[in-house]
């Protein structure tokens, strides 16, 4: 299993950018698909996830402005992020657990400016 995520790219404070995570290869059922993040000097954290059951959850600082779907809780699965600021700059992750294995994409760099 493979993820490819796509979307970041350079944006001023206030604009808007989509996220996008797609699964290839061949597996079965996905349990849950999340966004990380990892700014700089800092740990990577959980920005979002999202359940089989469609159940969406979100890190505090960017309720609201983001959202994560997916097509009945299926692959692919998007991040739309609105009124970035800066302090969301990052490389931004996406992970997928299927079949009670985690798997991570490469990195997609979003960066704000102010």
């Known amino acids: 299993v493979q993820l490819q995520a796509s979307g970041g790219g350079l944006v001023q404070a206030g604009g808007s950018l989509r996220l996008s995570c797609a699964a290839s290869?061949?597996?079965?059922?996905?349990?849950?698909m999340g966004w990380y993040r990892q700014g700089p000097g800092s740990q990577r954290e959980l920005v979002a996830s999202?359940?089989?059951?469609?159940?969406?959850d979100y890190v505090d600082s960017v309720k609201g402005r983001f959202t994560i779907s997916s097509l009945n809780a299926k692959n692919p699965v998007y991040l739309q992020m609105s009124s970035l600021q800066p302090e969301d700059t990052a490389v931004y992750y996406c992970?997928?657990?299927?079949?009670?294995?985690?798997?991570w994409g490469k990195g997609t760099q979003v960066t704000v400016s102010s």
């Open positions: 290869g061949r597996f079965g059922t996905i349990n849950k």
């Open positions: 999202i359940t089989s059951g469609g159940s969406a």
């Open positions: 992970k997928m657990t299927i079949g009670g294995v985690n798997y």
